[in-house]
């Protein structure tokens, strides 16, 4: 299976470090989103790249977010200084340019 | 800008009654839509989506949902349920091919034997 996956799946982390996850989208996908889900929440959009570029990024992305793509192949998403807010899960998706998006299994951050 | 709201927070249900899990959006332009599930600490899985056509769209797993653009609602809908449908479904929507998916708060479904 060549599906979106993502890097670690759990990370516990104290307030105040700095964390970085990764996602693989699926091979020859140009596009790649980034969204955070809060426990009873629906996943909300943060940023999407097309290849290497990021086209748009929400106002939830504090300056302390941020993400790169730079082959145009898997993408990272750091936070600096974590705060106990940005616990949540993290998740991948990738598509071809089209309106499926593949999401990955997603990244649990809990910060204590 | 685009809203999506699901009205049901919670729906339990028997083992092989229907069920229908009801979404709501607001947009000022046309718009595509989408159902997705997501089991117990998974990514979330395509159900099914609406992009043109006949506004009853088939989707996996026996799911069925019907576009009502009169009333801005994309309700989702299965004729009997299984345990294994128990999980949580979230309704989403964009408004152009390759954009940011804009999600409601979801429906837990809860099946009961």
């Known amino acids: 299976d060549t599906g979106v996956s993502q890097d670690p799946r759990h990370k516990i982390t104290k307030r105040g470090q700095n964390v970085t996850f990764r996602c693989d989208p699926i091979?020859?996908?140009?596009?790649l989103y980034w969204y955070r889900q809060t426990l009873g929440q629906g996943p909300e959009f943060l940023t999407y790249f097309q290849n290497e570029a990021q086209l748009e990024k929400s106002r939830l992305l504090s300056d302390r977010f941020s993400a790169e793509r730079p082959k145009g192949s898997f993408s990272t998403l750091e936070i600096q200084r974590t705060e106990q807010g940005d616990s949540a899960m993290y998740l991948c998706?990738?598509?071809?340019?089209?309106?499926?998006?593949?999401f990955g299994p997603g990244t649990r951050l809990t910060v204590t | 800008a685009q809203s999506v709201t699901q009205l049901d927070s919670q729906v339990p249900v028997f083992e092989e009654a229907p069920v229908e899990l009801r979404c709501n959006y607001s947009?000022?332009?046309?718009?595509?839509l989408f159902w997705y599930v997501q089991y117990p600490n998974q990514g979330l899985q395509l159900l099914l989506k609406?992009?043109?056509?006949?506004?009853l769209v088939k989707g996996i797993n026996g799911f069925e949902a019907e576009f009502n653009k009169s009333q801005t609602s994309f309700h989702l809908r299965k004729p009997s349920v299984h345990i294994s449908d128990t999980a949580e479904y979230f309704c989403a929507v964009t408004r152009a091919a390759g954009n940011k998916l804009t999600f409601g708060g979801g429906t837990r479904v809860l099946v009961k034997p």
């Open positions: 947009s000022s332009v046309s718009v595509y």
């Open positions: 609406y992009l043109s056509g006949s506004t």
């Open positions: 998706a990738s598509s071809l340019e089209g309106l499926e998006q593949y």
């Open positions: 091979s020859e996908h140009n596009r």
